[in-house]
């Protein structure tokens, strides 16, 4: 495990992004990283095989780290006596030193893990980092849920500090990277596409907002800043993201007529809510009860939503 621990800190260097960084070094031990359940990379096992490859560059898709410049699919990279059991983006069984894949090879000529034990996120990630390997599954509706929008301000004005967070409810990492934002209802125009690779961890919160100073937005740690166009109606409106094939990942329509109508609080989706069909509903949410730290207003943003008053 020293080895595999001194890896992980190596991959940390090789990463793009913070949150890519967290991704990198999500190892089953040490959910503190990411604040991802310690149960994540077990569980994934249950999900990843099926859809690895298969949705390759379908757009919107998770990766497992910052790497997979190249490569693609691992299957590809096996001779004619590829009998591994499980390519090198699936969770699953330890894989064979020279079972015909040349980046099984690499992998566990750096970590005997992967060959010896089980191949685990970490053997996936190593497989990006190692081997340019393109490891990706789909993203799909309800993966993504739309959980606290800041829509009205108060310590600052709206131009500067509108922002919404998104929760990834997924076993899997996704790169919001090629998504788009929809920002009203049936209006073409009103589209801003994701054009960096913005990670939301399994489990994690990722911030949107209009503007990323947090000396002028209310002090609000930014994920991604959308363009000014992206503006959010005080009163009622519409808001998605979709993914690069134009399919909706969640949507959902707020109206102050519900009775919901904060200033200077955020729009809190109660956590017993989290899922984008809950949140269809105003009558999940309620205002934010939490100062932003070193703010004024109130929301979480990035963190878990308030527990909203029965
Ligand atoms: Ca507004
Ligand atoms: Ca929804
Ligand atoms: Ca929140």
Request: hydrophobic share 35%; with cysteine.
């Amino acid at each position: 495990m020293k080895l595999r621990t001194a890896l992980l800190g190596s991959s940390i260097l090789l990463c793009g992004s913070v949150a890519a960084c967290a991704m990198a070094v999500e190892p089953e031990d040490d959910a503190s990283t990411t604040g991802t359940p310690a149960t994540t990379s077990s569980v994934n096992a249950a999900t990843t095989g099926s859809t690895t490859s298969a949705t390759q560059g379908a757009g919107g898709s998770v990766t497992a780290s910052a790497g997979g410049a190249g490569g693609g699919s691992s299957s590809s990279t096996g001779g004619s006596m590829n009998n591994c059991a499980h390519d090198v983006c699936t969770l699953g069984i330890a894989l064979t030193l020279g079972c015909g894949d040349p980046c099984v090879d690499t992998v566990c000529g750096q970590d005997s893990y992967c060959c010896d034990t089980e191949w685990d996120q970490t053997c996936i990630d190593e497989a990006v980092d190692f081997c340019s390997a393109s490891c990706t599954v789909a993203v799909l509706p309800g993966d993504l849920v739309i959980t606290e929008i800041m829509n009205n301000p108060s310590a600052v004005a709206d131009t500067a500090g509108e922002w919404f967070e998104l929760h990834n409810v997924s076993q899997n990492p996704i790169d919001l990277q090629g998504m788009s934002i929809l920002h009203q209802a049936n209006m073409p125009t009103a589209v801003e596409t994701i054009a960096q690779s913005v990670v939301v961890p399994s489990g994690g919160f990722v911030v949107l907002g209009v503007n990323g100073d947090t000396t002028v937005n209310g002090n609000v740690s930014l994920d991604y800043v959308y363009s000014a166009t992206v503006s959010l109606n005080n009163t009622t409106d519409y808001l998605a993201i979709q993914d690069a094939t134009a399919v909706i990942i969640d949507e959902l329509t707020y109206s102050e007529t519900s009775g919901l109508d904060p200033s200077g609080k955020s729009r809190n989706l109660d956590p017993s809510f989290m899922t984008a069909l809950d949140n269809d509903s105003d009558m999940h949410f309620c205002e934010a009860t939490s100062t932003i730290v070193g703010g004024m207003d109130q929301g979480t943003p990035g963190a878990p939503n308030d527990i909203c008053p029965p």
